[in-house]
């Protein structure tokens, strides 16, 4: 007997731990990292009363049995994708067609990267009562679609499509900015992966893109041909001051060579090539070049 109430006893203990174990199993909950919690109160409390305000951090969380529930909601960082490839984001078509100023249609695939306040995850759960991805496909997606046909709105098709590409782009992640902040959302980065307009854009784009090349050509060619110009005017230039250079120092010599040119050194230079021989004819009443008068006596009697 002894045994069999021992055996019972040990039983009872045993069964007492694994109720206990239970119960403590059941009331400890685990919030993962990169996580926030949310208390969910089952038991009694009014719309938003059931939700406590404070988030639960990541970690282990001993809640109420049967009356408290813990939803996570993610705090890293999160991306929507809205593209029409099916490689991308979802397997349809999530871009979003939105009209420029002229109202033609501008199609566009976007994506967004953001946190949540972890302060405000308690409220986000209470206004939308969904899980994360819930919420990106409807209010997100939704929401980004109004800052694009607001900011849109303002440009031609032309200009979303080219230069003020960016410029919109700004625009929008700024509209997102304060819009989710409200909400505890907070945006990082708004990208507009992709901008769709009609062929007919696309095509007058591509004619003033060519028509500015052709004129850019054009311009290096006049550029060019100027260049060329005025290397042969400076080419011509050149030439004349070098030639002009020339002149002036042959007019020079000639000039320093007259003035040197007296009769006296002229008689000299051809008494150096006379051979002493006096012409045998004249004619025409010509008589030699040389004075005799300015031989000495002794030589004119030695020439008789």
Same mark, same amino acid.
């Given at each position: 007997m002894r045994k069999l109430g021992a055996l019972l006893t040990g039983l009872v203990v045993l069964a007492a731990l694994?109720?206990?174990?239970?119960?403590?199993?059941?009331?400890?909950?685990?919030?993962?990292?990169?996580?926030?919690?949310?208390?969910?109160?089952?038991?009694?409390?009014?719309?938003?009363?059931?939700?406590?305000?404070?988030?639960?951090?990541?970690?282990?969380?001993?809640r109420?049995?049967?009356?408290?529930?813990?939803?996570?909601?993610?705090?890293?960082?999160?991306?929507?994708?809205?593209?029409?490839?099916?490689?991308?984001?979802?397997?349809?078509?999530?871009?979003?067609?939105? +009209?420029?100023? *002229? =109202? &033609?249609?501008?199609?566009?695939?976007?994506?967004?990267?953001?946190? /949540?306040? %972890?302060? !405000?995850?308690?409220?986000?759960?209470?206004?939308?009562?969904?899980?994360?991805?819930?919420?990106?496909?409807?209010?997100?997606?939704? +929401?980004?679609? *109004? =800052? &694009?046909?607001?900011?849109?709105?303002?440009?031609?098709?032309?200009? /979303?499509? %080219?230069? !003020?590409?960016?410029?919109?782009?700004v625009e929008v992640q700024k509209f997102l900015?304060?819009?989710?902040g409200v909400e505890g959302f907070v945006v990082a980065q708004f990208t507009l992966n992709e901008t769709r307009v009609p062929d007919q854009v696309v095509s007058a784009i591509n004619g003033k893109v060519a028509m500015t090349q052709e004129a850019q050509k054009a311009e290096q060619q006049v550029r060019k041909t100027r260049a060329e110009a005025d290397q042969a005017v400076a080419r011509a230039e050149g030439e004349a001051r070098s030639k002009r250079a020339l002149a002036d120092a042959e007019a020079y010599y000639n000039s320093t060579v007259a003035k040197s040119?007296?009769?006296?050194?002229?008689?000299?230079?051809?008494?150096?090539?006379?051979?002493?021989?006096?012409?045998q004819i004249t004619g025409g009443g010509a008589t030699p070049f040389i004075n005799l008068q300015g031989l000495s006596p002794g030589k004119r009697g030695a020439e008789k």
């Open positions: 694994i109720i206990v174990g239970a119960v403590i199993s059941a009331k400890l909950e685990y919030v993962r990292p990169g996580f926030v919690g949310v208390s969910v109160r089952k038991c009694g409390g009014g719309p938003g009363g059931s939700v406590r305000q404070e988030p639960i951090l990541s970690g282990y969380y001993w109420e049995l049967f009356c408290e529930e813990v939803v996570e909601y993610p705090v890293s960082l999160q991306t929507l994708v809205l593209t029409r490839s099916s490689r991308e984001g979802s397997a349809t078509d999530d871009s979003i067609t939105v +009209t420029s100023s *002229e =109202g &033609l249609p501008i199609n566009v695939d976007t994506s967004a990267s953001f946190t /949540l306040d %972890s302060a !405000k995850v308690p409220a986000i759960y209470v206004k939308f009562r969904n899980d994360l991805d819930h919420i990106k496909q409807m209010f997100m997606r939704q +929401t980004i679609r *109004e =800052g &694009l046909q607001e900011v849109f709105a303002k440009y031609t098709a032309e200009q /979303l499509y %080219s230069t !003020k590409r960016q410029e919109a782009r900015t304060d819009r989710f040119l007296t009769s006296e050194f002229v008689q000299y230079k051809a008494l150096e090539k006379w051979n002493g021989e006096l012409p």
